[in-house]
């Protein structure tokens, strides 16, 4: 470097970058004050440790980013340099290119070079010439023949073949092994060492010497999110010609689990509508970007992996898993499930109507229409594996439940559910508990049995095992207390339904005049359809009295009247409790609709809650009589409060700690709980906290997805009417 004044081009491509630009394609940055925040994609941040401190805009060399948690810190060539995984140089040369500064030419560059060994550098470069090659070819009046006419037949448009960088691998054993030897025997400069070409896999040893890996075959670039090749997939132009797709191998500069087709593309999307589509392949991404979803990715060949987790959930923390309905898509939702207890992403599962791709079905009359539809239907995992376990209930006897539980609950603790922070593990228990019929308190219970029960045999079979970890656990034995007394995890459930219905209209009790659906009476304001005296919790009663005596009068009251109406203290601090659990679930319930598209009302939630408590009676009903005849099970029935279950769960998840403030006010005092904190709740509410930090409102739902989405119309309601077609029908498969 001496002699070159290195720093002189340091300053000058500082100067000439905008950090937060730099740092914002990676992470999603939201304002702070007067920097930025994000989650650091240098350790496993879970809260926004990593702020982004910029003068004048952005740019210049005082700008610098800095993580509370990990220490990592430094200006743009740091960041690219630490994220990218690039050397110093690489990472100033990819500075200086984007912000087309033009660097003093510098020589030492092959001399860093041991041994004729390539560096990850030389192997990003041979991928880069070979793309190049590819793009030629598809150029070419008769190499790129074939290529283009598949390209013309798939009816891609100029501006797709362009921005996807779509090539063509002429038909020919050989053609860039002899480009690449005839660039190093005439000196090229800079050009890398054959070895480098190899390594990246786009050639070969053959029987008779080195030979190309893609031939005849239409070539889609594997780009990282920087949008350098990696790698590369071809498909097939000679009907004769096996397999029908080939990919590179991995390399130094690709990794299966981790690379996500179509990121570079995508990425963007993904960070403003805070939501990933994963699909199956190279034509599934091409088709949905055509159709107007461009954050959309494929993963290649592989399910989706913990990786791949980590690496979109810098940019969002919503995938949907897009499937054409058969049984690859439902195994692949099996191993989501593994990546759900790994990895604090929330993944839905979207099976595309009438088995059809997303190329055939975005090609339809209003085929775009159809397919915002089949997202804003998506289910999510929890709800549809569980929905999966049902379908293995029905029908089976004591023994065969019991197994089920034991199986499910034994997969469950090996996925990581005894590790899980406090509100998904309380999620993942509470969707059980509806499922089993056994209070939450009780599995849990149980799975931490299980736990230390099998940490010694763990501890034998050795951590690096988990096929003889789980074996050993699918071995365990231990008392599933399946008596359960059934009624007093009936009145828990109970008692949550009604404090879910009491909260949303705590909000705003002037919701009491909402019609419901009663059984055998057609439709009722809610304030008719019960009476004070069916709640279950005296507290509730109390305070539902007020709301009802409000809405006989006539009297439109207001959360603060409620209050003043209470004449208990116990009874404010109840109200103002359920006040603030009712608001987190309105917010969570309107930027879940957001995230689909459409807004829920407040009088939508409480319809929905109505319904939960009404579900839960019929279910007691038919229990009743089942148990009566002895071992039935009320099927169906479940699948509300299953739902209802998981929707609260969101509801924390992305409800509010700001909330405390409001209560405050309400409140003139900290001291608002009726009871403490168990530390489940506790843990619950700090991850609540959390999500806010990191921007889970539904105004922050921004364009593309959301705006696209506004479009198709009443998604909640459809959602609610049939909220389980997909996972049902999947299941019965
Ligand atoms: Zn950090």
């Given at each position: 470097?001496?002699?070159?004044h290195?720093?002189?081009d340091?300053?000058r491509?500082?100067?000439?970058?905008?950090?937060?630009?730099?740092?914002?394609?990676?992470?999603?940055?939201?304002p702070?004050?007067?920097e930025?925040?994000?989650l650091c994609?240098?350790?496993?941040?879970r809260?926004?440790?990593m702020a982004v401190?910029t003068h004048?805009?952005g740019?210049g060399a005082d700008?610098?980013y800095?993580?509370?948690s990990?220490?990592?810190?430094?200006?743009a060539?740091d960041f690219?340099?630490?994220?990218?995984k690039?050397?110093f140089?690489?990472?100033?040369?990819f500075?200086?290119?984007?912000?087309?500064?033009?660097?003093?030419?510098w020589?030492?560059?092959r001399?860093?070079?041991?041994?004729g060994?390539?560096t990850?550098?030389?192997?990003l470069?041979?991928?880069?010439i070979?793309?190049?090659?590819?793009?030629?070819?598809?150029?070419d009046?008769?190499?790129?023949?074939?290529?283009?006419?598949?390209v013309?037949?798939?009816?891609?448009e100029?501006?797709?073949?362009e921005?996807?960088?779509?090539?063509a691998?002429?038909a020919?054993?050989?053609?860039?092994?002899?480009?690449?030897?005839?660039?190093?025997?005439?000196g090229?400069?800079?050009?890398?060492?054959?070895?480098?070409f190899?390594?990246?896999?786009?050639i070969?040893?053959?029987?008779?010497g080195?030979?190309?890996?893609?031939?005849?075959?239409l070539?889609f670039p594997?780009?990282?999110?920087?949008g350098?090749?990696?790698?590369f997939?071809?498909?097939?132009l000679?009907?004769?010609?096996?397999?029908?797709?080939?990919?590179?191998?991995?390399?130094p500069?690709f990794?299966?689990?981790?690379s996500?087709?179509?990121?570079d593309r995508?990425?963007?999307?993904?960070?403003?509508?805070k939501?990933a589509?994963?699909?199956?392949?190279?034509?599934?991404?091409?088709?949905?970007?055509?159709?107007?979803?461009?954050?959309?990715?494929a993963?290649?060949?592989?399910?989706?992996?913990?990786e791949h987790?980590?690496v979109l959930?810098r940019?969002?923390?919503n995938?949907?898993l897009?499937?054409?309905?058969?049984?690859?898509?439902?195994?692949?939702?099996?191993?989501?499930?593994e990546?759900?207890f790994?990895?604090?992403?929330d993944i839905?599962?979207?099976v595309?109507?009438?088995?059809?791709?997303?190329?055939?079905l975005?090609?339809?009359?209003g085929?775009?229409?159809?397919f915002?539809?089949?997202?804003?239907?998506?289910?999510?995992?929890?709800t549809?594996?569980?929905?999966?376990?049902?379908?293995k209930f029905?029908?089976?006897?004591?023994?065969?439940?019991?197994?089920?539980?034991?199986?499910t609950?034994?997969?469950f603790?090996?996925?990581?559910?005894?590790?899980?922070?406090?509100?998904r593990r309380?999620?993942v228990?509470?969707?059980?508990?509806?499922?089993?019929d056994?209070s939450?308190?009780?599995?849990?219970?149980?799975?931490?049995?299980?736990?230390?029960?099998?940490?010694?045999?763990?501890?034998?079979?050795?951590?690096?095992?988990?096929?003889?970890?789980?074996?050993?656990r699918g071995?365990?034995t231990?008392?599933?207390?399946?008596?359960?007394?059934?009624?007093?995890?009936?009145?828990?459930?109970?008692r949550?339904?009604?404090?879910?219905l009491?909260?949303?209209?705590?909000?705003?009790p002037g919701?009491?005049?909402?019609?419901?659906?009663?059984?055998?009476c057609g439709?009722?304001?809610l304030?008719?359809?019960?009476?004070?005296?069916?709640f279950?919790?005296h507290?509730?009663?109390?305070?539902?009295?007020?709301?009802?005596?409000?809405?006989e009068?006539g009297?439109a009251?207001?959360f603060?009247?409620?209050?003043?109406?209470l004449?208990?203290?116990?009874?404010k601090r109840l109200?103002?409790?359920?006040?603030?659990?009712?608001?987190d679930l309105?917010?969570a319930?309107q930027?879940?609709a957001?995230?689909?598209?459409?807004?829920?009302?407040a009088a939508?939630?409480?319809?929905?809650?109505?319904?939960?408590?009404?579900?839960?009676e019929?279910?007691?009903?038919?229990?009743?009589?089942?148990d009566?005849?002895?071992?039935?099970h009320a099927?169906?029935?479940?699948?509300?409060s299953?739902?209802?279950?998981?929707d609260?769960?969101?509801s924390?998840?992305?409800?509010s700690?700001a909330?405390?403030s409001?209560?405050?006010d309400?409140?003139?005092s900290?001291?608002r709980r009726?009871?403490?904190?168990?530390?489940t709740?506790q843990?619950?509410?700090?991850?609540?906290?959390?999500?806010?930090?990191?921007g889970?409102?539904a105004?922050?739902v921004s364009a593309l997805?959301?705006?696209?989405?506004?479009?198709?119309?009443?998604?909640?309601?459809?959602?609610?009417?049939?909220p389980?077609?997909?996972?049902?029908?999947?299941?019965?498969?």
């Amino acid at each position: 470097m001496a002699g070159h004044h290195p720093n002189d081009d340091r300053d000058r491509v500082l100067a000439a970058t905008d950090l937060l630009s730099i740092v914002g394609e990676v992470v999603a940055l939201r304002p702070k004050g007067r920097e930025h925040v994000g989650l650091c994609p240098f350790h496993d941040d879970r809260t926004p440790s990593m702020a982004v401190v910029t003068h004048k805009g952005g740019f210049g060399a005082d700008a610098f980013y800095k993580c509370f948690s990990c220490g990592a810190g430094g200006n743009a060539i740091d960041f690219v340099m630490n994220y990218h995984k690039l050397e110093f140089r690489e990472a100033l040369k990819f500075l200086a290119d984007r912000a087309g500064v033009e660097l003093t030419p510098w020589e030492g560059q092959r001399a860093a070079r041991r041994d004729g060994e390539p560096t990850r550098d030389d192997v990003l470069r041979a991928n880069e010439i070979a793309q190049r090659f590819f793009r030629r070819s598809y150029a070419d009046e008769a190499k790129g023949a074939k290529a283009r006419s598949e390209v013309a037949r798939r009816g891609f448009e100029a501006e797709i073949v362009e921005g996807f960088g779509l090539g063509a691998a002429p038909a020919s054993m050989d053609a860039l092994v002899v480009g690449v030897r005839q660039n190093i025997a005439n000196g090229v400069a800079n050009f890398p060492p054959f070895e480098a070409f190899v390594q990246a896999g786009v050639i070969r040893p053959g029987r008779g010497g080195h030979i190309d890996l893609l031939r005849d075959r239409l070539v889609f670039p594997i780009r990282d999110d920087m949008g350098r090749a990696i790698a590369f997939g071809g498909r097939k132009l000679d009907p004769e010609q096996e397999p029908k797709y080939l990919n590179s191998p991995e390399s130094p500069v690709f990794h299966k689990s981790k690379s996500l087709y179509g990121i570079d593309r995508a990425k963007r999307a993904i960070i403003e509508s805070k939501t990933a589509i994963i699909t199956e392949g190279y034509t599934d991404v091409i088709a949905c970007h055509r159709g107007g979803f461009t954050n959309a990715v494929a993963t290649l060949g592989t399910a989706l992996t913990r990786e791949h987790a980590r690496v979109l959930r810098r940019m969002s923390d919503n995938v949907v898993l897009l499937f054409d309905g058969d049984e690859a898509g439902l195994k692949a939702a099996d191993r989501a499930l593994e990546v759900f207890f790994a990895e604090p992403v929330d993944i839905r599962i979207c099976v595309l109507p009438d088995a059809l791709d997303p190329d055939d079905l975005l090609r339809q009359e209003g085929g775009r229409e159809r397919f915002r539809e089949a997202l804003d239907r998506s289910v999510d995992l929890l709800t549809f594996m569980t929905a999966r376990i049902r379908a293995k209930f029905a029908g089976r006897g004591l023994s065969g439940r019991q197994q089920t539980i034991e199986s499910t609950l034994a997969r469950f603790v090996d996925l990581g559910l005894n590790s899980m922070s406090g509100l998904r593990r309380h999620l993942v228990l509470q969707s059980l508990s509806d499922l089993f019929d056994m209070s939450a308190r009780d599995l849990d219970l149980l799975c931490q049995s299980m736990r230390s029960r099998l940490q010694p045999m763990e501890r034998e079979a050795g951590h690096d095992d988990p096929q003889s970890a789980s074996a050993s656990r699918g071995a365990a034995t231990f008392e599933v207390p399946l008596s359960t007394p059934g009624g007093e995890a009936r009145a828990r459930a109970r008692r949550a339904a009604e404090r879910r219905l009491l909260a949303i209209l705590c909000t705003d009790p002037g919701l009491a005049s909402v019609q419901v659906s009663v059984e055998g009476c057609g439709t009722l304001p809610l304030s008719e359809a019960i009476a004070p005296s069916e709640f279950a919790d005296h507290g509730h009663s109390a305070i539902f009295a007020v709301i009802r005596d409000a809405a006989e009068e006539g009297r439109a009251i207001r959360f603060a009247t409620l209050l003043s109406d209470l004449a208990d203290a116990t009874l404010k601090r109840l109200a103002s409790d359920l006040y603030t659990f009712g608001e987190d679930l309105l917010q969570a319930a309107q930027s879940q609709a957001a995230m689909a598209g459409t807004r829920r009302s407040a009088a939508e939630e409480v319809v929905v809650s109505w319904s939960d408590l009404e579900n839960l009676e019929r279910r007691a009903r038919l229990r009743n009589s089942s148990d009566r005849s002895n071992g039935g099970h009320a099927g169906e029935e479940r699948e509300s409060s299953l739902r209802s279950v998981t929707d609260e769960g969101r509801s924390a998840a992305s409800g509010s700690a700001a909330r405390q403030s409001d209560v405050s006010d309400i409140n003139g005092s900290d001291e608002r709980r009726a009871s403490p904190r168990s530390a489940t709740e506790q843990a619950a509410i700090d991850r609540l906290a959390r999500a806010r930090e990191r921007g889970h409102d539904a105004t922050a739902v921004s364009a593309l997805f959301g705006r696209r989405s506004s479009a198709s119309g009443a998604g909640a309601r459809t959602e609610r009417a049939e909220p389980h077609g997909t996972p049902g029908r999947s299941s019965n498969q």
